[in-house]
Structure formats: structure tokens, C-alpha cells
């Protein structure tokens, strides 16, 4: 049995598939971490997941044109436009929505 949040839940009782896993990652003009950020979750052995990563509406280097290159390749890999300008905590919100 395991302990979770003072609720005694069974062991039968979890799904055998596994779940879904999102991964967030907002981001601001940082082109240069992210073939090193995505290539470091491609390389991972678990495969049901989706990156959604977040670009505030103040970007200017080339982080889209990156992103972009990547999810054309793979679907799992989702690009969000923050259009509204209101930062990273506001595009973390529309991450974990999306989600």
C-alpha cells in the first residue's frame, strides 16, 4: 500500500499505461539552451510525454526559428505564443492550461 496525501490507496488501483507527461518550459530570448534542452528530452527512454514550451511576445532572437525546426519533426513538441506580452508567469499559466 502506499501513502499519498493521508489516503491509503491500493496498489491495484493505479493505471498499468503510462501517463502522459507535459513539460513546461518557458523561455525569453534563449536560443543558445535550447538544442541542448530538447535533444536532452528526445534522448530520454520514456516516450509518452509532449513539450510545450512557451515564448513570451518580447523574444527576439531566434528561439522560434529553432523550436519550430524541431517540432516540424516531431509532434510532441508544441510551440505557445504568449501574444498578450505579459511575461513568463503568464505563459507558464497557458502552459499548465494546455496541459
Not at 513539460?23 to 513539450?51: D, G
Request: include cysteine; aromatic fraction near 8%; hydrophobic fraction near 35%.
Amino acid at each position: 500500500m502506499n501513502l499519498i496525501k493521508n489516503e491509503i490507496v491500493k496498489e491495484s488501483n493505479f493505471q498499468t499505461e503510462p501517463g502522459m507527461v507535459s513539460i513546461l518550459s518557458p523561455c525569453y530570448n534563449s536560443a543558445h539552451f535550447y538544442p541542448t534542452m530538447i535533444e536532452s528530452v528526445l534522448r530520454q527512454t520514456y516516450s509518452n510525454w509532449e513539450l510545450l514550451i512557451l515564448i513570451d511576445k518580447g523574444t527576439t532572437d531566434n528561439t522560434v526559428d529553432i523550436i519550430n525546426k524541431y517540432s516540424t519533426n516531431d509532434p510532441r513538441i508544441k510551440l505557445i505564443h504568449s501574444l498578450d506580452g505579459k511575461g513568463l508567469s503568464y505563459s507558464r499559466n497557458i502552459g499548465l492550461n494546455t496541459a
